[in-house]
């Protein structure tokens, strides 16, 4: 491993699975499973409220338990196992492997099968052209957008906001067929892979910029409403240090794997963090928004540097490797170990169980009528965090 080292814990905490605990440069082995998450005891006066694990407003099945004396809610347990998927990766090829691993989240492909491509190589030691390496930007760029807009989208329906929510829903859209045109699907399916991307760049440009245009004038149009605002400021405060993606950055922390990981290079590209401070739904509202934005200029610088290109992966056949990219949620980590091409061994850590943690702790003190909008604020995917690689 090229950029990573197993040993002692140094820098921020990413996250643990399969016996390993994540940091920006090092790997610690932890045996110690992690433990289920457990409501308080209800006092006099307070009941259950079972919320899930399939119910109206969700998008994804989750068990979620409230415990509350009718509207304050005073705990909190979620259960993102209710419907655990286990997926055979083990003793397959990286090609045949590489079609489990961009299907566990659909949604954000481009994040797991770079992130996994990128640990592929490093225990290959494969060099990938820089042309790729900014191609693979752009990719991840576009993802971060359409998944923005969908958060944003989703926060507007508790509201009722059905004109927002559509015009969400139609950039969405305009990004999705984008990234058909350029990839040959909307979900970046079979476009990454071992040394490579596959990849169109040709109206990327245009299209990312009209986009971000049109967001613009919709976000601006959008922080005018107060009723909106009201259900968004202060909702779900939370403010620590193990925060990840954009619930790190909405309470100032400056946590992001375009910073702090080698897989992908942004100093290039002029990045640096959107921060803000509020620490709420709506400070996680301001930083996906304005990553919009921010996402469509990073296009703009990578897509003068990128080629789509596929390196040769050369003759090793054994080895280990890591990659770590910043998915629209925060850190995705891959580690792989092949022996004679095949993976012997592979570690996923995605950001959905941090931000489920962090979820469980700012919502308690909050009312019943906060709840998805705070949900949704930090874009959770149980497809992430009810899985398991075997």
């Known amino acids: 491993m090229r950029y990573y080292k197993f040993g002692n814990p140094a820098g921020r905490f990413i996250g643990s699975s399969g016996g390993i605990d994540v ?12 433990q289920k998450s457990q409501i308080a005891a209800a006092q006099p006066g307070e009941f259950y409220f079972g919320y899930g694990p399939s119910t109206g407003g969700m998008i994804e099945s989750v068990g979620i338990d409230f415990l509350t004396p009718g509207e304050f809610i ?78 944003i989208e989703r926060m507007c329906q508790p509201a009722g906001f059905g004109v927002p929510g559509n015009q969400l829903a139609l950039l969405r859209e305009e990004i999705s067929r984008l990234i058909s045109a350029a990839t040959g699907h909307r979900y970046f399916l079979g476009s990454v ?12 440009s245009k299209v990312t910029q009209n986009i971000a245009s049109q967001f613009r004038n919709l976000y601006d149009n959008l922080l005018e409403s107060k009723i909106f605002m009201n259900r968004l400021i202060n909702n779900g405060k ?7 993606g954009p619930a790190a950055r909405a309470s100032g922390h400056a946590n992001d794997a375009r910073l702090d990981s080698q897989t992908l290079d942004y100093s290039g590209l002029g990045f640096s963090p959107i921060l803000r401070t509020g620490s709420d739904s709506f400070a996680r509202m301001q930083v996906r928004s304005e990553e919009i934005i921010q996402s469509a200029d990073i296009i703009e610088k990578a897509l003068e540097l990128a080629s ?45 169980l941090s931000n489920i943690d962090a979820f469980v702790r700012s919502m308690k003190g909050n009312i019943f009528t906060d709840f998805h909008f705070n949900w949704e604020s930090f874009g959770i995917w149980i497809s992430e965090a009810g899985v398991e690689l075997e």
């Open 238 to 244: 939370i403010s620590t240090e193990s925060l990840l």
């Open 308 to 352: 789509s290109s596929i390196a040769s992966l050369g003759n090793h056949v054994d080895g280990e490797g890591a990659g770590r990219i910043e998915s629209p949620q925060g850190d995705v980590f891959y580690y792989v170990r092949l022996e004679n091409s095949m993976l012997a061994d592979v570690v996923m850590v995605s950001p959905s």
């Open 193 to 204: 892979s071992a040394g490579g991307i596959s990849i169109n760049l040709s109206r990327i």
């Open 74 to 151: 005073t705990d909190v347990s979620v259960n993102p196992k209710y419907k655990m998927r286990m997926i055979n990766v083990r003793e397959k090829s990286i090609g045949d492997a590489m079609l489990s691993i961009e299907r566990i989240n659909a949604f954000h492909c481009a994040s797991h099968s770079i992130a996994f491509a990128s640990a592929i190589e490093d225990a290959l030691e494969v060099n990938i052209p820089e042309g790729v390496m900014y191609a693979r930007i752009v990719a991840l760029e576009l993802e971060r957008i359409r998944s923005n807009l969908l958060v």
């Open 23 to 34: 940091y920006p440069a090092s790997i610690v082995r932890n045996p110690v499973e992690g």
